[in-house]
C-alpha cells in the first residue's frame, strides 16, 4: 500500500510540473460592461441565476468575475460612454472588489479595425496638436478616476488598432506617426499611475502573421506597452488551435503578459429585441451549439487556452458586452436613438435576464 501511495504522488507531482499554468484560477476573469449605464437608464434589469433582482455588478462579482472593461468615447451623440458615464460605475465596480480595464477609442463612435475615425472636434488638428489631444483626454479621463478612488489598473490606448488610429494621421501605413500618437497615450496613463498596465489591442486573435508584423513593427518604432490584448471571436478570427498558436508566440515572442480583452459566443439563435442578431447560427464554431451549455463550454475553451499560454504569461480573458442585453433604446448607433441590439444572444444574460450558466464558468476560469 505504501509503495502504491508513494507512486501515485510520484505522478500527482510530475503532471504540476509538466502542466503549471492549469493550477488555480486566472488572474483575469472579466467583463465588458460598457452599455450597462445606459442599459439602466432605459430600465434594464438583471437577475442572478435564482431569479433574485440585483445589481449587475455584484451579480457578476457573486458569481467570481473580477474584472470589468468600459469603453470611453469623446464626444458620442448619445452622452454615454463619457469620462461623466462612466465614473460612477467605476466606483461600483471597486465597490465590489473589482479591478478596472478603461478601453479609449479616440472616437465619437465605435473604432475597429475597419473605421478609426476622429472625433469631430480633432479633425482639423496637425499631428502635433493631434498628440497633444490624445494625452490631454487620456489623462483627463484617467485623472479623475483617481481623483475619486478608483484608479484604472489597466489601460488600452487604442481599440483593434490593427491598422492604426486617429486615420489618416495614425494609419500604420506611418508607423513613426502611429508611434507618436500611441506613446502619447502611453506617457499619459504613466502620468497617472506608474503602476497601471497599458494594453496594446488587436483584433483577429488567430492570425499571427498579423500579429508578428504589428509587433516586429511597434519594437522597431520604439512604441511603449506593457501587456497584448487580443480580440478572439471564434466564429471570425480562426481556428481555436490557430488562436493558441498565435497567443503562445506573441507572449514568448515579445516577453509581454497577454490579454483576450473581447471574446464571447451566443447562447441562443433567438431575437430578443426586433433587431437582427449579428450570429445567427444553431452552431457558430463546430461542436459549441448556440446554447447555454455551448456558451458555457467555448467560454471555458478559451480560458484553458489561456490559462495554458506559456511562463505564466496568459492572464485572463474579458467577454463582450456582457450586460448588452435587449432594452429599447439602448441600440448599437449612439447617433440613432430607434437602433437596436444585435448583441444580446451573447450577453451572460438571458432572455429572462437571469444569470448564464456562462457568468460562473468564467468567474472561476
Not at 476573469?29 to 438583471?46: C, F, I, N, P, W
Not at 487556452?305 to 441600440?331: C, H, M, S, Y
Amino acid at each position: 500500500m505504501k509503495r502504491i501511495l508513494t507512486t501515485l504522488l510520484l505522478v500527482l507531482a510530475s503532471l504540476t510540473v509538466a502542466h503549471p499554468a492549469q493550477a488555480g484560477v486566472l488572474r483575469i476573469r472579466g467583463a465588458d460592461v460598457s452599455s450597462l449605464a445606459k442599459s439602466e437608464a432605459y430600465g434594464g434589469v438583471y437577475r442572478d441565476a435564482r431569479g433574485r433582482e440585483g445589481d449587475a455588478l455584484r451579480i457578476l462579482s457573486d458569481a467570481g468575475l473580477n474584472y470589468i472593461r468600459l469603453k470611453v468615447w469623446v464626444n458620442p451623440a448619445d452622452g454615454y460612454n463619457t469620462k461623466a458615464r462612466i465614473l460612477p460605475v467605476a466606483k461600483r465596480a471597486k465597490a465590489q472588489g473589482m479591478k478596472l480595464l478603461v478601453d479609449f477609442h479616440f472616437s465619437d463612435t465605435w473604432a475597429d479595425p475597419g473605421k478609426q475615425f476622429k472625433p469631430a472636434a480633432w479633425e482639423s488638428l496637425t499631428l502635433d496638436r493631434l498628440a497633444q489631444a490624445v494625452y490631454g483626454h487620456t489623462y483627463d479621463v484617467l485623472a479623475a478616476l483617481r481623483r475619486q478612488g478608483t484608479t484604472a489598473d489597466m489601460v488600452q490606448v487604442g481599440n483593434e488598432i490593427n491598422g492604426g488610429l486617429l486615420w489618416p494621421d495614425g494609419s500604420n501605413a506611418d508607423w513613426p506617426s502611429t508611434a507618436r500618437l500611441l506613446n502619447a497615450g502611453y506617457d499619459a496613463v504613466k502620468r497617472v499611475s506608474r503602476a497601471t498596465k497599458v494594453v496594446l489591442h488587436l483584433a483577429n486573435g488567430g492570425d499571427n502573421g498579423l500579429y508578428r508584423w504589428w509587433f516586429d513593427n511597434a519594437a522597431a518604432h520604439g512604441i511603449r506597452y506593457d501587456v497584448i490584448g487580443l480580440s478572439y471571436y471564434p466564429y471570425w478570427h480562426g481556428t481555436l488551435e490557430a488562436f493558441q498558436a498565435n497567443i503562445n508566440d506573441v507572449a514568448t515572442r515579445y516577453g509581454r503578459p497577454v490579454v483576450v480583452v473581447e471574446t464571447a459566443y451566443p447562447f441562443t439563435t433567438e431575437d430578443d429585441d426586433g433587431w437582427p442578431n449579428i450570429i445567427v447560427s444553431s452552431e457558430p464554431y463546430p461542436g459549441y451549439p448556440a446554447t447555454p451549455q455551448g456558451q458555457a463550454a467555448m467560454l471555458a475553451k478559451v480560458a484553458d487556452i489561456v490559462r495554458q499560454v506559456p511562463d505564466g504569461l496568459g492572464l485572463g480573458l474579458f467577454t463582450w458586452e456582457a450586460t448588452w442585453t435587449g432594452v429599447k433604446g439602448n441600440g448599437w448607433d449612439p447617433a440613432d436613438p430607434s437602433s437596436g441590439n444585435g448583441w444580446e444572444n451573447q450577453a451572460l444574460f438571458d432572455y429572462a435576464d437571469r444569470a448564464l450558466p456562462a457568468m460562473r464558468v468564467l468567474g472561476h476560469a
